[in-house]
């Protein structure tokens, strides 16, 4: 078992290892005493872990709620997040309870911004059971649902005070997720280190996933202790995200987040490649890692097609638009283009 402790607006552990669910009952004791608690998770999740996790919590003197909305991006709604508010305040919660989102990226955005917004906060503990939620989205504070205009627009930044990240629950994630899931692991070793690409790029990951996630988690950690509101060196975190943005846009979502955040990647280097930006061996070696990983290199959609979607990026600001860049595998750097030069750039693709 590894933990992480995160110093951002909030000090609060993260314990990764093979059944650290079982720390459930007694971490919630030690923060918050005997409060109630809402398990909320979506309806995959639900049959598979919220009775294990609903008795052990009985079990040790909690009272509790379990709060199930149906599973899939249309959940990550204001509605939802209104349904959930509802639940809450029918149900008697107060701001002394915890809300504990146990799931991949949508139950923990959702449910972290519930926490924020129910009673002006409540607390908060994030059980990811998807690679993705565990490396990514369950760390570092975002919380959002979508608007009609886009994804994620409307959120807050709201640090969880626990983190538990169980591998065993990746056993129930299908292939398909799991893959999800590698496009992210990729993206920190490549913006960050380059131990870490080494370990995951042929994708025999299995035997090593306590120290790739707690890896991933580290870098994490580490850039939003430095930026945890997102105005400076947050950004590296959206290597291959612009594009990834765009491609899952104008696919009709139908592309899911990390299957767009690979083919983002390699777009992304063979832009940098092709205008000497980055080094010469950063785009075979980004490829190949995406291809071991059962990840598609190739957008459904050409480059230059992508310019409209990719400049409605939250990323953007006026005219400008800030690229993440690898210089070599393990090592990254931000550029600011005028959109005009990012158009040129897009067009320099084959
Ligand atoms: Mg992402």
New binding site residues.
């Given amino acids: 078992m590894e933990q992480l402790t995160v110093n951002a607006s909030r000090v609060y552990d993260i314990f990764i290892g093979h059944g650290v669910r079982d720390l459930l009952s007694e971490k919630l004791s030690a923060l918050f005493g005997k409060v109630k608690v809402c398990l909320v998770c979506d309806s995959n999740v639900a049959p598979l872990h919220a009775k294990e996790a609903l008795s052990a919590l009985e079990a040790n003197g909690f009272s509790v709620e379990n709060y199930i909305f149906p599973a899939g991006e249309q959940s990550k709604s204001p509605d939802t997040l209104f349904s959930l508010l509802e639940f809450l305040a029918e149900k008697q919660f107060s701001r002394k309870d915890v809300l504990v989102a146990l799931g991949g990226?949508v139950t923990g955005d959702l449910t972290g911004l519930a926490s924020a917004l129910f009673m002006r906060g409540m607390h908060l503990v994030q059980m990811p059971t998807s690679l993705?939620a565990m490396v990514?989205?369950s760390v570092g504070g975002k919380t959002a649902v979508n608007l009609k205009a886009g994804k994620n627009l409307a959120g807050v930044f709201c640090q969880p005070e626990l983190v538990l990240c169980d591998l065993d629950y990746l056993s129930t994630l299908p292939q398909k997720d799991f893959a999800d899931g590698m496009?992210?692991v990729i993206?920190y070793g490549v913006i960050a280190d380059s131990a870490l690409f080494d370990l995951v790029k042929d994708g025999d990951v299995q035997k090593n996933l306590e120290e790739i996630v707690t890896a991933c988690v580290r870098i994490k950690r580490d850039v939003v202790a430095q930026d945890e509101f997102d105005t400076g060196e947050r950004a590296k975190?959206?290597f291959g995200?612009t594009l990834?943005h765009a491609i899952e846009k104008k696919s009709g979502f139908a592309v899911s987040?990390?299957a767009a955040?690979a083919m983002g990647m390699v777009a992304v280097c063979a832009i940098a490649d092709a205008n000497g930006l980055s080094d010469a061996l950063t785009l075979p070696a980004v490829k190949a890692a995406v291809e071991a990983n059962g990840l598609s290199v190739t957008s459904p959609f050409s480059l230059p097609t992508l310019y409209e979607a990719s400049i409605g990026d939250k990323k953007r600001s006026g005219n400008t638009l800030t690229l993440v860049l690898p210089n070599e595998i393990g090592r990254c750097y931000l550029k600011t283009v005028s959109l005009d030069a990012w158009k040129e750039l897009l067009a320099t693709w084959t």
Avoid: I, P, T, Y
Wanted: charged share 20%.
């Fill in positions: 990226g993705l990514d989205s496009a992210e993206k975190l959206n995200h990834a987040h990390g955040v």
